[in-house]
């Protein structure tokens, strides 16, 4: 979902030059040339970042979990102290841009990072994913069926992963999020009522983040997968297993618990009934 439109570049780009990469994946370009990171980006980033790759051997596991399929994999040094590693990725994934539309890759990245971390750290790397989403002089577009979708995929998770049916209410209207089809029906009206009351750009940015969080939980989802067919191959032993399980399904409950408060803050009611 694209929800940035006409962006205003920034005034000031640090190292101007190295923007001017051609980039055959249109993509790219989406990011790449409308919001090149700079200087005060790229320092926050080293310092937040730079612990986090002291280990060759972790440092290559996160990085590859973040972009796996994404062929900027195939232009990173893996060499070098923790310092000099970190400066040289974030220029090699600033320079490519992003992996999928609207998503650069450095955000890939600090959201797979962000799974792996405490509260503490998951607020700071909130706060610099922020940093790459402009807060002025664009014109913002709500794409109402990848809304919709989202909200399918929503319901399903928590009822597979948590047991429970969600409910959306705003005013008289109302959707079970485990009900597709009443989804497609009434999402739009609700949507619609949500702009209404807030405006298009609070809607979008609250929808951005619900996006973002709807990708973590993808992510856990497919490394307790991933985990289960360690387990089945006999390279991962029980105890191990069971404690990355624990941590997958406290992942992905926590990113549905955000995603209620941030329904809520679109004006919606969200009941979860639990044993349905």
């Known amino acids: 979902m694209c929800l940035l439109i006409d962006a205003i570049l920034p005034s000031i780009f640090w190292k101007e030059a190295h923007y001017n990469t051609m980039f055959s994946d249109l993509d790219s ?46 232009q990173i040094d893996w060499r070098g102290a923790a310092v000099t590693f970190t400066i040289r990725l974030l220029r090699t994934l600033d320079e490519y841009g992003s992996c999928e539309p609207n998503k650069p890759a450095i955000v890939a990245l600090l959201e797979t990072l ?63 999020l485990s009900d597709k089809e009443q989804v497609e029906t009434d999402a739009p009206l609700l949507l619609k009522e949500a702009v209404a009351a807030q405006s298009e750009m609070a809607v979008s940015r609250t929808l951005a983040l619900i996006e973002r969080k709807r990708d973590a939980i993808y992510r856990a989802r497919n490394a307790k997968l991933a985990d289960k067919e360690q387990l089945d191959r006999q390279e991962m032993l ?23 408060g941030d329904l809520e803050t679109l004006g919606f009611k969200v009941t979860r009934e639990t044993g349905k």
């Open 238 to 260: 029980q105890a191990p297993y069971e404690e990355r399980l624990k941590r997958h399904n406290a992942t992905i409950r926590e990113m549905l618990n955000e995603i209620e």
């Open 114 to 176: 962000r799974e792996q971390v405490g509260s503490d750290k998951q607020a700071q790397i909130d706060l610099l994913i922020n940093t790459f989403t402009p807060l002025k002089g664009n014109t913002l577009m709500i794409n109402e069926a990848a809304a919709v979708g989202f909200l399918i995929e929503i319901g399903r998770w928590a009822k597979t992963e948590l047991g429970e049916r969600w409910k959306l209410r705003r005013k008289q209207q109302e959707a079970d």
């Open 29 to 74: 370009i989406c990011f790449s040339e409308k919001h090149p990171m700079d200087k005060a980006q790229f320092d926050q980033l080293v310092t937040f970042l730079q612990p986090h790759m002291a280990d060759p051997d972790e440092r290559r596991a996160l990085v590859e979990l973040a972009l796996h399929g994404c062929s900027v994999l195939g």
